[in-house]
């Protein structure tokens, strides 16, 4: 069975800065991309950054500069490294992997459960 574990979520100042990790243990055979969505109550779900098995990174245009996305795909570990952090950034931030199991031989779509992120003014 597949899970994905987020930590480093926080209360961080405005300015300031958190990481956030997601691990991806389990019958892993392969990952292809791995990213990062944030939700606001209320709101739906919407992508903040992604990055593939080559390391390419998409970014949305409100954190670009700020935010920067990385992978250790030997830990099949994903991390997202957020600077100078602006109250709009409040969200519930959640890793997706799309991943290949040894049992299951197709891509599927993993969620870790969530990490709070609070940033006061």
């Known amino acids: 069975q597949v899970q994905l574990v987020e930590s480093g979520g926080g209360l961080v100042q405005a300015g300031g800065s958190l990481i956030l990790s997601c691990a991806a243990t389990?019958?892993?055979?392969?990952?292809?991309?791995m990213a990062w969505y944030r939700q606001a109550p209320g709101n739906q779900r919407e992508l903040v950054a992604s990055?593939?098995?080559?390391?390419?990174?998409t970014y949305v245009d409100y954190v670009k500069g700020r935010f920067t996305i990385s992978r250790d795909n030997a830990k099949n570990t994903v991390y997202l490294q957020m600077n100078s952090l602006k109250p709009e950034d409040t969200h519930v931030y959640y890793c997706n992997a799309i991943l290949k199991t040894w049992s299951i031989s197709s891509w599927n779509s993993y969620w870790g459960q969530g990490t709070q992120v609070t940033v006061s003014s």
């Open positions: 990055i593939d098995s080559g390391g390419r990174t």
């Open positions: 389990g019958s892993i055979f392969s990952i292809n991309f």
